[in-house]
């Protein structure tokens, strides 16, 4: 069965360290989104790619970058962690760029940076 | 800009009672509106959705009613049970784009 998977699924990090988290779909899906979830805020768009070499800046961007190399990985590159960036993280696919498609969802990577 | 409004919560409710989660939206054109849940510790899945006004959504007991005129969502179930305990989303897609933007989601409890 098409799948999406997050890892980790838990990281403990320090405030100034690279940090790299993994999304990997089997959907062949050309659309793909990161998000945070944070208490009050329900779920927030970081990043999102309609295709290879595509990625888009999202409503929280800063700090975060993305790339897209191939139809199966958006792997999301915090480049220097801050505190402000604990939190519930989630990937996310979908075929279709418009037309009410279903974004199906990976388990979430919980982040907390010490 | 788009922006999405749920009723706060927590919500507890005993099993066998109605359910109302209210939402409702801002946003520019003609957008899509989504209800996703999420069980705990998992990801979030698709409840339903709608297209287009006056479109009723429906899944599992749960429907919800595109209002253009009062730019709403509402989630309706007429009896809840305790596996229906779970945190549930409000979205809207723009008309462009496929980007979802969320609201605060509501927590519901459902006690036997």
């Known amino acids: 069965d098409a799948e999406i998977t997050q890892s980790p699924r838990h990281k403990i990090t320090e405030t100034g360290r690279q940090v790299t988290l993994a999304c990997h779909q089997t959907?062949?899906?050309?659309?793909m989104f990161w998000y945070r979830q944070d208490l009050g805020h329900g779920l927030r768009l970081i990043h999102y790619?309609?295709?290879?070499?595509?990625?888009n800046k999202g409503e929280v961007s800063d700090g975060y970058s993305v790339s897209r190399s191939n139809t199966e990985d958006l792997p999301l590159t915090l480049e220097s962690a801050a505190s402000s960036q604990t939190s519930v993280y989630f990937c996310?696919?979908?075929?279709?760029?418009?037309?009410?498609?279903?974004?199906?969802f990976g388990p979430g990577t919980r982040l907390t940076v010490l | 800009g788009n922006s999405v409004t749920q009723m706060e919560g927590p919500v507890t409710l005993s099993e066998e009672a109605f359910l109302t989660i209210n939402c409702t939206y801002t946003?520019?054109?003609?957008?899509?509106l989504f209800w996703y849940v999420q069980y705990p510790g998992e990801g979030l899945q698709l409840l339903l959705k709608?297209?287009?006004?006056?479109d009723k959504g429906s899944n599992k007991g749960f429907e919800a009613t595109y209002r253009k005129e009062t730019t709403s969502f509402h989630l309706e179930k007429g009896s809840v049970q305790v596996s229906d305990s779970a945190v549930y989303f409000c979205?809207?897609?723009?008309?462009?784009?496929?980007?979802?933007?969320f609201g605060e989601g509501t927590q519901l409890t459902v006690n036997p």
């Open positions: 996310a696919s979908s075929a279709q760029a418009s037309g009410a498609d279903t974004q199906y």
């Open positions: 959907w062949n899906h050309n659309n």
């Open positions: 790619s309609y295709g290879v070499q595509d990625t």
């Open positions: 946003a520019t054109g003609y957008p899509s």
């Open positions: 709608a297209t287009k006004a006056d």
């Open positions: 979205a809207l897609e723009e008309t462009s784009g496929s980007r979802l933007t």
